[in-house]
């Protein structure tokens, strides 16, 4: 039985945890959460729907359709418990703003290659859950003390993070072809690298033969540094504004 249409217009942190069979306590939100994550992570985001999920619990599928009537709403559970995850320093440890983005972009970066639709949901959904909303604070928190208005330091914080979730991306796609065990993948794959050998050698491209001859960089360095020059973006920013 589908919720009533006022039901429908509530966020799902406004509704009361749904009650299964007589006696039965109320299933856990972060329950619910977990077995959905479990899905994305082994067979991607695509694969979570609600029924799914209730199957997995042992829940009845209607009653959680009354909790949930729209998969958004799972998808809202799944992002929340999500950005539970990331565990940042206690800002009484603070040594600066610089050191507080870093260290939150790291922990960012842990749980989204952790959770590789992370990224797709951090990039369409508003963060309305209670980490969510914990976690956008400790972001802003960390450039407290800064003369940047609450515009230029929420612009701050989102390439701070814009930055982290892109680079996952590549690092996913990149272990992902690694990994693959298909034959003819990994034929074209050496076909292509031999390819870009033979272009290489022309001596049409000198710029991408150094990059190809001389850049030695691992993930974490390419991180790193990368992360390096968006957060020396901020410091202009900073600067700018004194």
């Not at 919720?3 to 007589?22: F, I, N, Q, T």
């Amino acid at each position: 039985m589908a919720a009533k249409g006022s039901d429908r217009d509530l966020l799902v942190w406004e509704r009361p945890e749904p009650a299964g069979r007589a006696g039965a306590p109320p299933l856990a939100a972060d329950a619910v959460a977990a077995v959905a994550m479990g899905i994305a992570d082994r067979e991607g985001l695509h694969a979570v729907s609600v029924k799914r999920v209730a199957s997995r619990l042992g829940f009845p599928a209607a009653r959680l359709e009354e909790y949930l009537p729209s998969r958004d709403d799972l998808l809202d559970l799944m992002l929340d418990a999500a950005f539970g995850e990331i565990a940042v320093p206690d800002r009484a440890d603070s040594a600066g703003w610089r050191e507080d983005l870093e260290a939150i972009a790291r922990a960012t970066q842990v749980v989204a290659i952790r959770h590789p639709w992370l990224r797709v949901l951090a990039g369409t959904r508003t963060p309305c859950g209670p980490n969510g909303l914990r976690n956008s604070e400790r972001v802003l928190a960390a450039m407290d003390g800064l003369e940047l208005d609450a515009a230029t330091k929420t612009n701050a914080a989102n390439t701070v993070l814009a930055f982290v979730y892109g680079f996952v991306q590549l690092e996913m796609a990149h272990t992902n072809r690694k990994g693959d065990d298909d034959a003819a993948d990994l034929a074209r794959r050496t076909h292509t690298a031999a390819y870009l050998g033979e272009q290489i050698g022309t001596g049409n491209y000198p710029r991408l033969a150094q990059v190809f001859t001389d850049a030695d960089l691992t993930a974490e360095d390419a991180f790193g540094t990368g992360l390096g020059y968006v957060l020396d973006g901020v410091a202009c920013c900073v600067a700018a504004n004194r």
